[in-house]
């Protein structure tokens, strides 16, 4: 007679910088934490209602780079009673305040709720990064693997993995003052395509560059097969910013390498539309 796992009820609170497959978003232990959007004098909240043509044109037209801010500790807080093991995936806390705003309200729920199981992950990553760790999470919780276990182990996944992206614009790297315009200027009239990658810590740092998106993501697609960590027995996931076609192209490229296990797709969401900017791709694997 096979023993019955005992599975603990759980939840995994995603910031809004995880893009969520069509899976996820029908998966109830799944629940995206918003951060709050500003383009301009205009705020957005990036949840379901979030529009990303609109919110593109919107940042296209604006001189000023657009904000973005983290959700509240209250707003965490608001799901930590839902389950008896509360995971949780940030965006990097390299690039954004909401690892330590979810770590704050890990703090103040403990204090009155000291037998609680809460955890927060920090990616060190962003977009498609978020939404595989979030996924590793989720595998090994199905299984009724043991809290502590289970931290241990996507440490480690979250420590061993890759996260790279190719943008078609340098206007967010301009606004954000990362790249002067003179520099900006003279890129983009070369026509050249910078690929960045995390540099393992969560900071972002340039990989390579090219003449053209096609090249450019055939060097993304050499730098994935070179770093890629037990690619065998992983999923690379690919997120897309208002490019499905750009996506598949670059799904076929690593499709040819035989390297991962399965490929996903997705669409970025609010904050990772910002990052990525109209055309980019986030990959991470």
């Not at 044109?57 to 707003?75: D, F, L």
């Not at 315009?181 to 740092?205: C, H, P, R, Y």
């Not at 208002?242 to 296990?261: C, M, P």
């Amino acid at each position: 007679m096979t023993e019955r796992v005992n599975i603990m009820s759980y939840v995994i609170l995603c910031d809004s910088c995880t893009d969520f497959t069509p899976e996820m978003e029908r998966d109830s232990h799944f629940i995206r934490i918003p951060l709050t959007l500003r383009v301009g004098d205009v705020e957005i909240i990036d949840d379901e209602t979030f529009d990303q043509a609109d919110f593109l044109r919107r940042v296209a037209a604006e001189p000023e780079c657009p904000k973005s801010s983290c959700p509240s500790p209250e707003k965490y807080m608001e799901y930590f009673g839902n389950a008896d093991d509360v995971y949780v995936v940030t965006l990097s806390s390299r690039l954004s305040g909401s690892y330590n705003s979810a770590e704050l309200a890990k703090k103040m729920y403990l204090e009155t709720h000291p037998e609680k199981n809460i955890f927060v992950f920090d990616s060190k990553s962003a977009s498609a990064g978020q939404t595989l760790q979030a996924q590793e999470i989720r595998k090994r919780a199905e299984k009724g693997m043991p809290f502590k276990q289970l931290i241990s182990e996507v440490t480690n996944y979250i420590d061993t993995m890759g996260t790279k992206f190719v943008l078609e614009t340098l206007e967010m790297l301009r606004k954000n003052g990362r790249l002067s315009s003179v520099t900006a200027a003279i890129i983009s009239a070369l026509n050249v395509k910078l690929v960045m990658s995390s540099d393992g810590q969560g900071a972002i740092e340039k990989v390579t560059q090219a003449r053209g998106m096609k090249k450019a993501i055939m060097k993304m697609v050499s730098a994935i097969a070179a770093d890629a960590v037990d690619a065998k027995n992983r999923i690379l996931c690919i997120s897309h910013c208002n490019n499905e076609k750009r996506a598949e192209f670059v799904k076929n490229a690593v499709a040819e390498l035989q390297l991962f296990k399965d490929i996903i797709v997705t669409k970025t969401g609010g904050v990772s539309s910002l990052y990525a900017a109209d055309g980019g791709i986030v990959v991470a694997y």
